[in-house]
């Protein structure tokens, strides 16, 4: 292997460092080391979607790589490097600012990738459902404790930042599944569209997260959407007051919330 190459694929500073602030702040979190747990939380919540993003990002690439464009190597799309990515506003910038606003994991831009180089409607397929499947895989690594039922002794605050975790990487998977213009689930069908359709939907593309963010302030659409994220957390054995705690710890600016001990609300 060549030194451009490995130039090209071998991980990212930037994002080994995201890692070891992920690692010290899970320690944080759990041996309650800081003065200001919520800042902690913060901490852990902020790196571990960063974390996410890079992976979902790189899972893309990878998958375009094995389809057969060669080209996501020389853009360091599989150094995992953030600073990497075309759009790194949509990727990385607007989607850690709804984080810290406490609210969804908010869907970001995708890698760059030729899809001409790509032949087969099954691989470009497959090459938009990568990212937010690797989100899906996180969701059910980082709910493991949960559904497993190996809660015991893990300390309040970290199951916590655990549910509202949980909580972001499920919002991520299923908003970037939407079939709509610009997300990664109208890139699953868009290969086996007919020419003219996809033409007449191409200008839509770029506004397609700003539609699916406005539904979301319909009051009727945001519950049934977190009526359903509601479910498969709980299916994943994680509740609402999980999820509720961790983020109340997240907005660790709002000062340090007064939560009652867990066993006195029956979980």
């Known amino acids: ?22 690692a010290v702040s899970i320690w944080a979190v759990w041996t309650d080391f ?23 990002e790189y899972a893309h690439a990878r998958t375009a790589l094995h389809g057969g464009d060669i080209s996501v190597g020389a853009r360091g ?11 790194a506003m949509l ?19 995708a890698v760059f990738i030729e899809r001409h180089r790509i032949r087969s409607r099954w691989k470009q397929s497959l090459v938009s459902a990568a990212g937010p499947l690797t989100n899906a895989v996180f ?50 069908i868009e290969p086996w569209l007919s020419y003219g359709i996809r033409r007449q939907v191409e200008p839509f593309a770029p506004f397609g997260l700003l539609a699916v963010f406005g539904f979301l302030w319909i009051p009727e659409v945001n519950s049934a959407f977190f009526d359903m994220i509601d479910a498969v957390l709980r ?13 109340e710890l997240f907005r660790f600016w709002q000062g340090t919330p007064d939560i009652p001990p867990l066993h006195t609300v029956g979980f």
């Open 1 to 22: 292997m060549s030194a451009a190459t490995r130039g090209e694929r071998g991980v990212s500073p930037v994002f080994l460092a995201l890692v070891a602030i992920m």
């Open 34 to 56: 800081s003065a200001s747990p919520g800042f902690a939380v913060f901490l852990f919540i902020v790196s571990g979607w960063l974390v996410s993003l890079c992976l979902h």
């Open 77 to 87: 799309y599989l150094t995992l490097d953030p600073l990497k990515y075309t759009h």
């Open 91 to 109: 990727s990385i910038v607007l989607p850690l600012i709804f984080v810290i606003m406490g609210g969804i994991g908010l869907p970001g831009g």
């Open 139 to 188: 969701a059910v690594i980082v709910t493991a404790p949960f559904w497993l039922g190996a809660m015991d002794g893990v300390p309040d605050t970290f199951r916590y930042a655990l549910g509202f975790m949980a909580l972001l990487q499920v919002t991520a998977a299923i908003l970037n599944f939407l079939p709509v213009p610009g997300l990664d689930g109208y890139g699953v």
């Open 235 to 247: 299916g994943l054995g994680v509740t609402e007051w999980d999820t509720f705690w961790g983020r």
